[in-house]
């Protein structure tokens, strides 16, 4: 396939994906008669997940970066546009930097799980959660796990300073 501009949640891959990779699976549905006779009534095709490598350049570049983490954080589907499929309900459950980021420049890894049921996105992406250490700011932990200070801290309400987080809190990553 060859490689499409997407849109989620708001952001454009707006010169590519690099590589994007489709997996579907097949649902059957069926009915079960009286007598215990199965009837078949549809099979169709299903997106289950949509993977792949991006490029993101430009100056607003990184902007964009810190919104797909945001995206990625809150847990909730959005649309995922491919023009080749059309839009569906998907998760962000996957974001990783493929190299060092340069001026103007990252390379991303991302997987998207389709889901049909909003209820569903928590079972896709539970939440993850960090056991401060001394000393640790929430600057330090966005370090450590790759996402950013505004991230944690939307994520973390009850978290009143930044720079100085009690030993042993909890803090959730995502």
Not at 55 to 84: A, H, Q, W
Not at 109 to 133: H, N, Q
Not at 165 to 174: A, D, H, S
């Given at each position: 396939?060859?490689?499409?501009?997407?849109?989620?949640?708001?952001?454009?891959?707006?010169?590519?994906?690099?590589?994007?990779?489709?997996?579907?699976?097949k649902n059957v549905s069926s009915v079960?008669?009286?007598?215990?006779?199965?009837?078949?009534?549809?099979?169709?095709?299903?997106?289950?997940?949509?993977?792949?490598?991006?490029?993101?350049?430009?100056?607003?570049?990184?902007?964009?970066?810190?919104?797909?983490?945001?995206?990625?954080?809150?847990?909730?589907?959005?649309?995922?546009?491919?023009?080749?499929?059309?839009?569906?309900?998907?998760?962000?459950?996957?974001?990783?930097?493929?190299?060092?980021?340069?001026?103007?420049?990252?390379?991303?890894?991302?997987?998207?799980?389709?889901?049909?049921?909003?209820?569903?996105?928590?079972?896709?992406?539970?939440?993850?959660?960090?056991?401060?250490k001394e000393e640790e700011s929430l600057w330090d932990i966005a370090y450590k796990?790759?996402?950013?200070?505004?991230?944690?801290?939307?994520?973390?309400?009850?978290?009143?300073?930044?720079?100085?987080?009690?030993?042993?809190?909890?803090?959730?990553?995502?």
């Amino acid at each position: 396939m060859a490689a499409a501009l997407i849109r989620f949640g708001g952001i454009s891959f707006s010169h590519n994906p690099k590589s994007l990779k489709i997996v579907g699976k097949k649902n059957v549905s069926s009915v079960t008669l009286s007598g215990g006779e199965q009837k078949l009534l549809d099979v169709f095709d299903d997106i289950s997940t949509i993977s792949g490598t991006a490029e993101l350049y430009g100056s607003g570049c990184f902007s964009d970066y810190e919104k797909l983490l945001r995206l990625r954080s809150r847990n909730k589907s959005e649309i995922l546009s491919v023009p080749e499929l059309g839009a569906v309900r998907a998760v962000l459950s996957g974001l990783s930097l493929n190299c060092e980021p340069r001026k103007d420049y990252i390379s991303v890894s991302f997987e998207f799980r389709c889901i049909s049921d909003e209820k569903k996105a928590e079972k896709i992406m539970p939440y993850k959660v960090y056991k401060t250490k001394e000393e640790e700011s929430l600057w330090d932990i966005a370090y450590k796990f790759g996402t950013t200070v505004d991230a944690l801290a939307a994520l973390n309400p009850g978290i009143r300073r930044i720079d100085e987080v009690e030993e042993g809190k909890e803090v959730r990553l995502y």
